[in-house]
């Protein structure tokens, strides 16, 4: 069973930085997931895949996110994060990991509330 948990989300103003962590626990480390992604899914939205990144380090990104987005993952710890900086009031939403190609239940996400 893998758990994926997700935490780092605040409210923060516009313009300001927040960065996102996801620890994958259970029988399935990291290390067995090839691409790991960030979604969001903002209140009446569909969920969205805002960037991955594979196992050697090749990242893609909502066109939305690039350049303010960066997302980067560390196997030892079974963590990927998600550097957010230049946050806008439309980057609002609850933000979730997972597998990209095997996912996996959804864990709770984190909220990130961006609002002067």
């Known amino acids: 069973q893998v758990q994926l948990v997700e935490s780092g989300g605040a409210l923060v103003k516009p313009g300001g930085s927040l960065t996102l962590s996801c620890v994958v626990n259970?029988?399935?480390?990291?290390?067995?997931?090839?691409?790991a992604g960030w979604y969001r899914q903002a209140p009446g939205k569909q969920r969205e895949l805002v960037a991955r990144?594979?196992?050697?380090?090749?990242?893609e990104y909502l066109e939305s996110v690039k350049g303010r987005f960066t997302i980067s993952r560390d196997n030892a710890k079974n963590t990927v994060y998600l550097q957010m900086d230049s946050l806008k009031p439309e980057d609002m939403a609850t933000y979730y990991c997972?597998?990209?190609?095997?996912?996996?239940?959804w864990g709770l996400g984190t909220q990130v509330t961006v609002s002067s």
């Open positions: 990144i594979t196992s050697d380090r090749v990242t």
């Open positions: 259970g029988t399935r480390t990291l290390y067995g997931i090839y691409a």
């Open positions: 997972n597998s990209v190609y095997s996912p996996r239940p």
